[in-house]
């Protein structure tokens, strides 16, 4: 363990810039084979991308504002629902349907989070799994004869930009790759905000936040907005491809999967989701020659994990340096 430890810590200090663009050469290039020869590994990479824009999205929530989410797939489930309703019963093109799934499925995480904000820890996680579960069988029991009940909903259509028609698994790649660039793009962005700064004070101590003036439930409402909207872009995206769904977008195991990414990584980490996002989804379908094993394997890796380096394996500094300290204070109280 001292050894990827030191390993971490060498990777860590490569400049960010050059890390990101040999990252995003990588990322461009290497699928151009992969389509040819390879092709089922490039749906992989498709679905690692999905998975990280709800990595993303998760990490907004949970690694930015500290609070509890484990309903997350929810709001990818609705992003794919809104985008197929409008395709296959209005007839709108998808890329027409992207915003108004991102406007449905962050308008519905901030009105749900409105009432439980003042709840913390465990009991808004379990509120939320509740949530989750009764948005599934509410798709599940076809409400407004729409949702195509447990059958789910399909003939939704490929999306078209400008005559193109994205058919191939490579044009879906490209298409997951830009949304992932400009969620990068985003998230830095908010996290050296005003708002960014905000979250960070709501996690590391909501009491004296509130005590210097941040409207600490309004803080935690944009989080909620925010994370459910991108989630909701993430399955707008994939019902565009796969074009049909069912309830099963939004069970809870979805968000299981979804929240190990970001703790897997290291809460509030944007490189940490990518590295969650191969151990999660990646990983096992190398493996899969053991599939059997595969998910013992994933839960052995979590409990190391947690022993071994609680604060994941690509953490922000910012968490990292909160735990080091916090780490140091009860070694002297011990002593």
Known sequence: ????????ARVRRIPAKYLYAALLLLAVIVPIPLASEYPYYLSVLWTAGIYILLGLSLNIIVGYAGLFQL????????????????????????????PVAIAVAGGLGYVISRPILHLRGD??????IAFGEILRMLLVNNVGGITGGANGLFGIAQPRLFGFTFRSILSHYYLVLAFVLITIVAMRRLENSRLGRAWTYVREDETAAEAMGVDTVQVKAIAFLLGSAWAGLAGALYASRITVISPDLGRFLESIIIFCIVVLGGTGSIPGVFVGAAGMIILPEIFRAVKDWRDGFVGLAMVLMMIFRPMGLWPSRRIAMELGAAEDEVVKAAA
């Open 1 to 8: 363990m001292r050894n990827i430890n030191s390993l971490l």
């Open 123 to 128: 009991y808004l996680a379990i509120v939320t």
């Open 71 to 98: 309903g997350h797939a929810a709001f990818f489930a609705v992003g794919a629902y809104t985008v197929g309703i409008l395709n296959v019963y209005l007839g709108v093109p998808i890329f027409l349907g992207l």
